[in-house]
């Protein structure tokens, strides 16, 4: 049996993964490449569904999401920002935004640790810097779910 924080690490690289694709490709049909997408996995669809929940809102969300980046991301134009750590951002973005059942240091972490599986070296720092910045302005304790 695959423990929750196991399976939420897998759907966070699942949901990167096809977030870093659907930013170099926006497909025509979402669905279908979404069904394709989690054929290829290990697992069935159904353990991804964490990351479904991810994939959908941080692409519903991605335009505020950017925006956040745009404005945190200081002295770094938008545009040099490289794809796999725009995913990573987006997708930790989003968590902290509209995810108050996880801790906006879990999300940090998360984050973290992808950009040292998937990226260049010097990543986590430019990651971690964006992301402590947001963290900041949540007006929320940051090592506990918010209590709504």
């Known amino acids: 049996m695959t423990s929750q924080f196991t399976q939420r690490r897998e759907c966070r690289a699942a949901a ?8 170099v490709n ?3 049909s979402p669905t279908d490449d979404l069904r394709l997408f989690f054929e290829h996995l290990d697992k069935p669809r159904e353990h991804y569904a964490f990351a479904e929940e991810l994939i959908h809102g941080t692409i519903e969300h991605v335009a505020e999401i950017d925006g956040h980046i745009k404005a945190l991301a200081h002295n770094w134009e938008f545009d040099r920002v490289a794809r796999i750590d725009l995913a990573i951002l987006r ?3 989003f968590e902290m935004l509209y995810r108050k059942d996880i801790p906006p240091v879990v999300s940090i972490n998360e984050a973290i640790d992808l950009s040292k599986q998937y990226s260049s070296a010097d990543a986590k ?5 964006i992301l402590d910045r947001m963290k900041d302005k949540l007006g929320r304790d940051s090592r506990k779910p918010a209590t709504e």
């Open 16 to 23: 990167f993964q096809y977030l870093y694709s659907w930013s």
């Open 26 to 28: 926006q497909p025509s």
């Open 91 to 93: 997708l930790a973005m």
């Open 125 to 129: 720092r430019f990651i971690n810097g």
